[in-house]
């Protein structure tokens, strides 16, 4: 059974379109494990959009269940993460222009870098994950660098046209989770995961956390947070 992890980014983005301190990201963090999710993820940004640095430090002291560090691999996020010591760091590529993370991070391209950032996580006890695409290059690279997980990109597989493209996205996923079980890396998914798409991905074999959050923060103006998220574990599980 796969576990819900909720990324509550966009409790902070709402916060910051005022500046103010309403809504609050740790009640927000506090009711999300009330109403029984596994995890809290949350992306501190380069350009501290939405998440920032006195939200990790306070999410912290109150996380009860997994704290889910995003990050890019620098080393001003290397550092904060050694710092708060999150149980979990995500490495995932960033680019200032983009609304949403795009894509996999390219390991195969970064080998020394990321090895290098996995060496210090690692230093910190904290588990490493690598937000890749499902691809074999990419799962052998991240048992390269000495990642502990590979979270697999879902985005293109949430934003296929028709079944057939659906199909198609699905069998990349498939064979991704399959490569990385085989190369002895555990698996989790996300980006662009709803309560229409989430059932198919969270029965890929051996997937452990599912990272959703905007289509829980969405749907939660409508029915509130608690049920939104009781409504999307009734669908993982």
Do not use: W
């Amino acid at each position: 059974m796969a576990n819900l992890c909720v990324n509550i980014d966009h409790i902070a983005t709402l916060r910051q379109a005022r500046g103010g301190h309403e809504p609050d990201t740790i009640a927000a963090a506090i009711l999300v494990e009330l109403a029984g999710a596994s995890g809290i993820t949350a992306h501190l940004r380069e350009d501290r959009r939405h998440i920032q640095d006195r939200d990790i430090e306070l999410l912290r002291q109150v996380v009860h269940t997994k704290l889910n560090l995003e990050m890019a691999a620098t080393d001003e996020m290397t550092a904060i993460a050694c710092k708060v010591k999150p149980e979990e760091c995500t490495l995932v590529p960033e680019k200032r222009q983009e609304l949403t993370t795009e894509g996999g991070l390219d390991v195969a391209g970064n080998v020394d870098r990321l090895r290098a950032v996995c060496q210090k996580l690692h230093a910190a006890n904290i588990v490493v994950s690598l937000f890749i695409d499902p691809e074999l290059r990419q799962v052998e690279a991240a048992r390269t660098v000495g990642a502990d997980v590979v979270e697999l990109h879902t985005g293109r597989y949430a934003l296929a046209s028709g079944d057939l493209a659906r199909e198609k996205e699905y069998a990349h996923l498939l064979t991704g989770a399959e490569a990385a079980l085989s190369q002895g890396l555990r698996v989790n998914a996300g980006h662009g995961l709803n309560y229409r798409n989430v059932k198919p991905v969270a029965d890929l074999p051996g997937v452990e956390d599912l990272n959703i959050g905007h289509s829980i923060i969405a749907r939660s103006v409508f029915v509130g947070l608690d049920m939104a998220i009781r409504e999307m574990l009734s669908l993982v599980e």
